[in-house]
Every structure is written in C-alpha cells, then in structure tokens.
T-cell receptor, first 116, second 111 residues
Framework: DTGVSQDPRHKITKRGQNVTFRCDPISEHNRLYWYRQTLGQGPEFLTYFQNEAQLEKSRLLSDRFSAERPKGSFSTLEIQRTEQGDSAMYLC??????????????FGPGTRLTVT | GQQVMQIPQYQHVQEGEDFTTYCNSSTTLSNIQWYKQRPGGHPVFLIQLVKSGEVKKQKRLTFQFGEAKKNSSLHITATQTTDVGTYFCAGRRPSGNKLVFGAGTILRVKS
C-alpha cells in the first residue's frame, strides 16, 4: 500500500497525559499537513511541512501541540497535557508541489483521540 | 480570518434526483478543491478549480468556480446510492499555502 499511513488508528488517554501520533506520507510527496476534525466539521488546519521545514502553524494551536518532520519523511504530532477538548480525529495529508503549485492532498485514515 | 461556508448542511434525496452544494468564501481564492468523505472514511480528492468561471465535469459531477473566485458549486446529476457521503470544498488564498475547509454538505440517498 503506497498511501498515507497513520499510527495508531485509535488512542484513548486520560486527561493530563501526553500522546504522540505518527504519519508516514506518500514517499515522493514533499508537503505534509496535519488537520484536526470533529464531528460535523471539515478538517481544520493545524500545521504543514515542506520537506523538514515547518512553514506554517495555525494560531489556534496552543503551545501544548508540537509537530516534527526530522528527515523530511515521516512526521510526529505530540499533544502534551491532553484536555477533553482535544478529543477529535487527527488527519495527516501529503501532497507534491511542482513549480510552486500545490497538487491535491492525499489523506491518511486518521488517528481518533479520546481524552477521558 | 478566511472563512469558507457551505450550504446546505444536509440533504436527503431520492435516488435519481439531482443534488447541488454551494461553497462561499469571505475572501478571493487562488484555487478551490473538492473532497468527498464517506461515512467512517477520510477525505478523498475529487477536483481542483483554478481559473475564474471554470467548469469541470466528471461523469455525473459538475464543478463550477465563480467569476470572482469567491464561490463554487458541485452538482450531481441523477444521484446514486454510491454518492452518499460528505462533500467538502476547500479554498486556498493567493497569499497562502493552507487549505481552509468548509463544514461540508452531508448527502443521503434513498433508494
């Protein structure tokens, strides 16, 4: 399977705990995006990378959230001191960029986080 | 900040009827993309529109981008049960690289 993969698919954690999610993009894609989706809403942009550089981060993202893409391949999203409001589906997407034009985004299956 | 609104939120149609969802942005867009998300699934890319007034067709689906590049629509002719899901538009500003998604339109089809 050469699509975008995410791990884990489900995570249940207690309030206050830290969690880390992993995303493996399509191998030739240089852009990687993180989104959060709650029921009845569209994906909400969190951050994106071009290769290993984090180029934009949503102002809605608190400092409890951090993302890395150390070698320009896979990426991790960490949430520290989780709160119940963090419960959501966390989606990763990747895309190519050529000539400054972004191509379509390919989404992974998501990690569903439940904070109890 | 940039907002993308979609209407209707929900539509329930009889199989064979047509369906249209509308997308409006508060700002001019450089391009707009449409995605479909099946229940329990993840968003899947359908199409990208770039030019003012552009119209693209994919079988029974017709996509339009407004002349002012602030609105778009998706029309499905003669819906089938396989069309069920949530349809999202997502717009990109000329100065930015992120996509802003609408809340989506949920389509249910009665057979």
């Amino acid at each position: 399977d050469t699509g975008v993969s995410q791990d884990p698919r489900h995570k249940i954690t207690k309030r206050g705990q830290n969690v880390t999610f992993r995303c493996d993009p399509i191998s030739e894609h240089n852009r990687l995006y993180w989104y959060r989706q709650t029921l009845g809403q569209g994906p909400e942009f969190l951050t994106y990378f071009q290769n290993e550089a984090q180029l934009e981060k949503s102002r809605l993202l608190s400092d409890r959230f951090s993302a890395e893409r150390p070698k320009g391949s896979f990426s991790t999203l960490e949430i520290q001191r989780t709160e119940q409001g963090d419960s959501a589906m966390y989606l990763c997407a990747s895309s190519k960029v050529a000539g400054g034009l972004p191509y379509e985004q390919y989404f992974g299956p998501g990690t569903r986080l439940t904070v109890t | 900040g940039q907002q993308v609104m979609q209407i209707p939120q929900y539509q329930h149609v009889q199989e064979g009827e047509d369906f249209t969802t509308y997308c409006n942005s508060s700002t001019t867009l450089s391009n707009i993309q449409w995605y479909k998300q099946r229940p329990g699934g993840h968003p899947v890319f359908l199409i990208q529109l770039v030019k003012s007034g552009e119209v693209k067709k994919q079988k029974r689906l017709t996509f339009q981008f407004g002349e002012a590049k602030k609105n778009s629509s998706l029309h499905i002719t003669a819906t089938q049960t396989t069309d069920v899901g949530t349809y999202f538009c997502a717009g990109r500003r000329p100065s930015g690289n992120k996509l802003v998604f609408g809340a989506g339109t949920i389509l249910r089809v009665k057979s």
